[in-house]
């Protein structure tokens, strides 16, 4: 397997708006070319953790540049996260009991 | 950067004694060879993402071998889980607000 997942870590500072915001942007990603999936979970503290997966590094790039996604990007510095983490991976391996993305 | 990330998604079935073994398994963790950190959240439902972080491959596969991991991991598919996947990756890009881990 040779393919991309964007692992986004974030705190929560302010849960105004989030939640409607986070479901568009799942909506959004879904749309963008070379999408395979995203997955999402984030604690009773307001930790969470999205994994989302690409075709490619370009394809994650790409979405990271989406205008809609930007405007969302910029509401989060200023408002939701107290403190967030990108780190941009190519997944070498994979296995488990339950199915791969895309 | 170059490190290595491993992506581990689940469902959980029965919580019996899993909060306890999680703790335990994040503690042996971080006392193994080229452990650079990890990050854990789970969502109401019982979906979680755990990533953990490791200076190199051969790290994480040391890891996957340690004897009470490996019980833990054989407890696990037999009764915490109702699906899980665990994806190896190499980080090659990070940004963001947060310290990053190592």
């Known amino acids: 397997v040779s393919?991309?997942?964007?692992i986004f870590t974030s705190q929560l500072a302010s849960t105004d708006g989030y939640d409607l915001a986070a479901d568009r942007m799942e909506e959004l990603a879904a749309a963008q070319p070379g999408y395979?999936?995203?997955e999402s979970?984030?604690?009773a503290s307001g930790f969470g953790i999205t994994v989302s997966y690409w075709?490619?590094?370009e394809a994650a790039a790409a979405w990271k540049q989406v205008a809609e996604h930007r405007a969302a990007q910029a509401r989060g510095r200023a408002e939701w996260y107290a403190g967030y983490t990108v780190r941009i991976a190519t997944v070498t391996r994979e296995y488990g009991s339950a199915a791969?993305?895309?």
């Not at 393919?3 to 964007?6: F, L, M, N, T």
């Open 3 to 6: 393919y991309v997942a964007v």
């Open 36 to 38: 395979r999936g995203i």
């Open 41 to 43: 979970a984030r604690d």
């Open 55 to 57: 075709d490619s590094g």
């Open 100 to 102: 791969p993305p895309g």
